[in-house]
């Protein structure tokens, strides 16, 4: 797999939706908003669901993603719409996979659905408010040798019954190209005549105080303006973002600490490819028709997948896009969450994004993405404190962030993290359908080293440095147990928005088992936060 430079999504995207271009300027449009249209009233207390990292086929025979989905669709009823937080189709994003790894499963949640295979991923309508943010995955490609050969090899892997699932055909998203065709308002296919203007006159209909922009209409015509954008239902601000483009690891300083840093990675490197290869080697003398090595084998499909995350993320840090910071999406989010506090219209604010800032995941915590993404958003959170300090009082400046990427369910709470993201409640939601994770044997509390040396360096806080506790994970959901007797709790999310201000929120997990070759539903109590 391949991750583009920041760069280049960004570059791709504005093409695909045309940016700013002369018509929508002079429609005074805005591009990263929406206004959902639901047949209920905009009530202060309402309900939404929330899944995560789901998109992938068949686990040997058995699906949890479409397992989720039905857990989604007993609920579907009394719910306002669905967030998503990002990797909608694995491995690679690619086009030729969207019916498999997302239609199929979703299928009673697209008009049409009764019959998936005539559906087009890019000609997708949704009879049920679907609204995602980009994954990493949903960005990755597939370098054009290897998917020759893995699609041309493909009958044969079948043939010989293949020991990994590998969602990987000719091609990868097309540097996200895919995502943006499946969801987004993909202006740049408006080429006729004016077809644009048209287009824009027929579905860029609602007025807001930021301007017009879409009309989201379940059914009729159910498309995203952009790859990060905003909304408002019952009083709560919505903003969806694109971690991806704010995810580039902070340059390793130039410095003795900074070499020493460099040189471990490049030994951690050459450490992981010895350990992928030894896994591949075991993966090969298992037969995955013996239940007890099917068992292996999952193990080792989950632990190949960590090890190439953790590959990914040192050959960020060893050769990092030192220009690339999405600058201006992370400036509108500032201005935008300062403009929600000065509007008596708001009571409450939900972020959701891919790439979480704070997790427990075993391998999550010390990745250098993770790190980036908490500092941008911090310089974010710092400014919005700034501006609007007094009128918060004292309330976190954000009621709630959902996020992705770790195969989990978990709950933390941050506390003095010396910085405006104090005391918000986060929720990873990603374990919708993909293999599950365990979380970090260091436990739920997580230390961050004071130095600023040692923050750029991701270095755990040690007895030579000094350390802030900033978060603890409350509840975490994820694989556990070993062999025969291994859990894999998949999970998803009802979230039911109270009355008042500031606004509570009922978080029900929605979770269900693959235990001993059986699905069983797990019932977690409800939690208000």
Known sequence: MSDPRITVKISKMNERVRWQEQALVARAIDQTRIVLETPTSDSPEFSFLVAGDS????????????QIAQQMLSERESCRFVLHTGDVVYLVGSSEYYLQNFIRPYREFIVGG??????????????????????????YDLPIFYGILSATALPLRKLLGAKLDLDVGWHGSDRGNAYAKAFLDYLMAHKLPGELDRHLDAHYTASTSTGRCIRYQPGRFTRLPNRYYTFRSGGIDFFA???????????????????IRRRNLELDRKQLEQDKLEMLERCDRLNPKIPSEAEQLDDLGAKLAQVDEMLMDIDKQLSPDKTATDFEQLEWLKRRLIASWGDLDVRGRVIYLHHPPYVTEATKWNQAQTLAVRLRLREVFDGVADAVGDVARGRPLVDLVLTGHAHCLEHLKTGDTGHGDSGINWIVCGGSGHSLRRQRPEGPVLQEALSPEAVRLGREPGSETASRRVAESLLFVGRSGQGSHKRRPYSCLRIDVLDGTPPKFRVTPLVVERFEGKWQDVSIEPFVI
């Open 241 to 259: 973002l694109d971690s991806n483009t704010f995810n580039e690891p902070l340059p390793i300083p130039k410095t003795k600490q900074g070499e």
């Open 55 to 66: 998109g992938t086929s068949n686990h040997r025979g058995h699906n949890p993603q479409r």
């Open 114 to 139: 009764e019959q998936p295979s005539r559906i087009a991923y890019d000609r997708m309508v949704f009879n049920f408010p679907f609204l995602p943010v980009p994954g990493n995955h949903d960005y």
